[in-house]
């Protein structure tokens, strides 16, 4: 790398032990992330032992608070923590969103009881978690989901199938939304399942053009029986749950972007400084600068842009839109930003020896997880001009 090569993103931190904290996770994921991360997507393996010594050092916990075993940390926090880790492995980055996201029912809406029994181990037990809300038939109509829950005296017993869950058929527990009275967003409920519940099966994982080492796969409750006990919220309130939980995960698919983004850039800017045609370095291009200049603004924008909604998150204060947008941008960024890279690097960037194609196959995904691009597109023209007419 010559001198005029990537660097480490200068972060605006609010505290001393973020910053700490940033430098803990950068030196994580040069030891234990990056070296491997090649390899390991190539072969389709799931680092269950990074998620192990995540959970132990309480990267899985940060947002949540203290008292329940989370790490009370603002999401503006949170989120760089996540960037950092999608930079180096998108599988590590997206799977900590999605545990993340796993246990937000129970932290936001479970009771005192549920929160003290089952929060720490969630947080900080080594258990991983995954989202249920999909299925084959309910995508981005999603409260047209038909998974039943029905129940006699204190146990619920859970029918129908879930699609495109990540972590599936290897999480230790799910959030799953099931239908438990008539049609439509408030016939819905929230439940905890274990993840070695009798009756629940996973299908092979799906066959990916990226994120291969992150297993998505469909699971079958068949007859799957979850205690009185494990219902999150009041009957008829999932749904409002399961939107919460999205506006926070959309967050987290935002910062999982950039990071992607980054990494993609740092990759295009060493390439190309080092790299010589007609005696200099084709940096020295002024086409090839533009786009990298364009590239370094998109990112930066991004970035902007999702801690601006993080803040106003941790305020307190309304966030969707800017969920939204945010989710919108950063992921319609990385595409461009991972397609330029491509580019840039010419038949090197097409080529499995330099990571760029990777970054551009996971890109994709982050247009389509947790709400299509254009879902987010329709979220925030509710808010400007209010709901569709027809």
Not at 100 to 107: D, E, R
Request: charged content about 20%.
């Amino acid at each position: 790398m010559t001198d005029h090569g990537p660097r480490p993103v200068e972060r605006q931190l609010p505290t001393e032990e973020a910053r700490d904290l940033i430098s803990l996770v950068r030196d994580l994921v040069q030891r234990e992330i990056a070296p491997t991360a090649a390899e390991e997507e190539d072969a389709g393996h799931f680092p269950r032992e990074v998620f192990g010594l995540l959970s132990a050092s309480g990267l899985l916990a940060l947002p949540y608070a203290e008292e329940s075993g989370g790490g009370d940390q603002p999401y503006e926090v949170y989120l760089q923590v996540l960037e950092e880790l999608a930079a180096a492995r998108l599988t590590v980055g997206l799977g900590v969103s999605v545990h993340t996201l796993a246990c937000h029912a129970i932290a936001g809406y479970g009771t005192k009881e549920q929160r003290r029994t089952h929060l720490p181990a969630m947080l900080g037990g080594g258990l991983l978690g995954a989202y249920c809300l999909s299925e084959p038939a309910a995508g981005s109509d999603a409260a047209a989901l038909r998974t039943r829950a029905t129940r006699v005296g204190d146990t619920w017993t859970i029918e129908g199938t879930k699609a495109w869950i990540t972590h599936g058929g290897i999480a230790d527990f799910y959030t799953v939304l099931a239908r438990t009275g008539g049609e439509g967003a408030h016939g819905i409920t929230a439940f905890l399942v274990p993840g070695d519940a009798p009756g629940l099966t996973a299908a092979p994982p799906e066959r990916k053009m990226g994120m291969k080492g992150s297993p998505t796969a469909q699971l079958h409750f068949d007859g799957v029986e979850v205690a009185d006990a494990r219902r999150v919220g009041d009957e008829g309130q999932g749904f409002a749950i399961a939107l919460s939980a999205l506006d926070s995960g959309r967050l987290g698919i935002a910062a999982c972007a950039v990071g992607v983004a980054q990494a993609a850039l740092d990759q295009a800017l060493s390439y190309t400084t080092e790299r010589r045609q007609f005696g200099r370095p084709v940096a020295d291009f002024q086409g090839l600068r533009f786009m990298l200049a364009d590239m370094a603004t998109q990112i930066e924008a991004g970035r902007a842009l999702y801690l601006a909604a993080a803040r106003l998150r941790d305020a307190g204060r309304p966030f969707a839109k800017q969920a939204a947008m945010a989710k919108l941008f950063c992921s319609d960024a990385a595409m461009r930003v991972t397609t330029d890279a491509v580019q840039l690097m010419g038949g090197y960037g097409y080529t499995a020896d330099f990571p760029a194609e990777r970054y551009m196959r996971e890109a994709k995904a982050l247009q389509i997880v947790e709400g299509t691009n254009q879902i987010q597109r329709m979220v925030v023209a509710r808010h400007l001009a209010g709901p569709e007419s027809g």
